[in-house]
Each structure stands twice: as structure tokens, then as C-alpha cells.
């Protein structure tokens, strides 16, 4: 079967301190990976992707992701986060064949505290 | 250029009424996508117009139907509601050209409630 797995709901963490988010997936096809991020009573924003080639992937605010076929994971971090980046986070995910239809995770919500 | 927009903003209906929601797509941009996304947990892909038609559908109920026009802006109706349906509903738009995905635009969402 097919699908995305966010295990971790909620993430506390204090600012300036490194994150990372937890991605996993069930495919049998190959895959396109996403990271989006929705703040409160907004739409969703990309933060990254993966579709081909390195398998570190850098986007905006400072995140990145790492795409690990054998583990089929890719992982959100962050280095030092922000008051700005408490948000919710969605992994997402393409299976190929399938059309250009988004699956997603449950969510992780991610708290930055003082 | 204008970015997706959706409307109505906040949408409370009663169990068995219809509702149509709205979605203006990104300049350029030829097909739709909609989405539920139920509190806390992940949206759910409903289905996606592509020049006017219907290119794919989720695990949705016939009651969920949808209409593109040809500014490519669309519509999603459902009707017979049920107090399951209370959800945020996302429409993104993108450009299918020849790349290997094309990047879907979220708008703002309507949070739709149903008592």
C-alpha cells in the first residue's frame, strides 16, 4: 500500500536549537517528495522538494531534507529555528503513475519556545 | 500576478443542505485541484480539472462533484452535507506542461462548518 507517515504529532523545541521532522513512505513505484508549511488559518507553502538527482535538498528558510531510498525517508531539519517557523508541517508525497495527486502526512506541528 | 484565491472565506451550513465553494486559479495556470483537509490531520486530494475536465478523483463520495470553466477557475459542490464534511477545503492550481511534476499553488482555503 501506499502512504506517508508523520510519526511525530508535535515537536517542541527551543529557538536557535536544531529540528528534524520525521518523514516516512510506503511505495512500490517511485516516488516525488515534498515538504509544505501552513501557518495558522493560511494555505500550504513549499517549503522543498525532491524529484531527482542529490539527494540533499535545500529550501527556503533555511531548511533542508535528505531523500534515503533504502530507508524510504526524508527527514525536514533546520540547523537553528526561529519564533517564525512555529507552524504546522506536512510531508508530501507523488507516486508515480498516479497523476500529479499530492499525499500527505497527518502533520507535524512544530512549537519554537523562548 | 495574482496568486490562488478562494471564497467564501468561513461557510457554516446545516446536515442535508448543498454548498458550492470557489476557487480562482493562478494566472497561466490550467488545472485545479481540491483537497479536504478535516482538523488536525493532512488535506485529502478530492479530484483535479484539467481543462474542463475531470483528471482524477480521491476516495470521495459522488455527492462531492466539481466544475472547471474556461478561465480555468472552478467550483466544488457538495451536496447532502453531512457534519463529517466540517473540514478546511484547498484548491491549488498549476501549470501542466512537460516537466515531470508540475508545482501545485495552494490558495488560502475555506473552512466550512456543518451543523
Known amino acids: 500500500a501506499q502512504s506517508v507517515t508523520q510519526l511525530d504529532s508535535q515537536v517542541p523545541v527551543f529557538e536557535e536549537a536544531p529540528v528534524e521532522l520525521r518523514c516516512n513512505y510506503s511505495?512500490?513505484?517511485?516516488?516525488?517528495l515534498f515538504w509544505y508549511v501552513q501557518y495558522p488559518n493560511q494555505g500550504l507553502q513549499l517549503l522543498l522538494k525532491?524529484?531527482?538527482?542529490?539527494?540533499l535538498v535545500k529550501g527556503i528558510n533555511g531548511f533542508e531534507a535528505e531523500f534515503n531510498k533504502s530507508q524510504t525517508s526524508f527527514h525536514l531539519r533546520k540547523p537553528s529555528v526561529h519564533i517564525s517557523d512555529t507552524a504546522e508541517y506536512f510531508c508530501a508525497v507523488i507516486f508515480t503513475g498516479g497523476g500529479n495527486k499530492l499525499t500527505f502526512g497527518t502533520g507535524t506541528q512544530l512549537k519554537v519556545e523562548l | 500576478e495574482t496568486g490562488v484565491t478562494q471564497s467564501p472565506t468561513h461557510l457554516i451550513k446545516t446536515r442535508g443542505q448543498q454548498v458550492t465553494l470557489r476557487c480562482s486559479s493562478q494566472s497561466g495556470h490550467n488545472t485545479v485541484s481540491w483537497y479536504q483537509q478535516a482538523l488536525g490531520q493532512g488535506p485529502q486530494f478530492i479530484f483535479q480539472?484539467?481543462?474542463?475536465?475531470?483528471?482524477g478523483r480521491g476516495n470521495f463520495p459522488p455527492r462531492f462533484s466539481g466544475l472547471q470553466f474556461p478561465n480555468y477557475s472552478s467550483e466544488l459542490n457538495v451536496n447532502a452535507l453531512e457534519l463529517d464534511d466540517s473540514a478546511l477545503y484547498l484548491c491549488a492550481s498549476s501549470a501542466t506542461g512537460t516537466s515531470v511534476y508540475n508545482e501545485q499553488f495552494f490558495g488560502p482555503g475555506t473552512r466550512l462548518t456543518v451543523l
Open positions: 525532491y524529484l531527482s538527482g542529490s539527494t
Open positions: 511505495s512500490s513505484v517511485s516516488v516525488y
Open positions: 480539472y484539467y481543462r474542463e475536465e475531470e483528471n
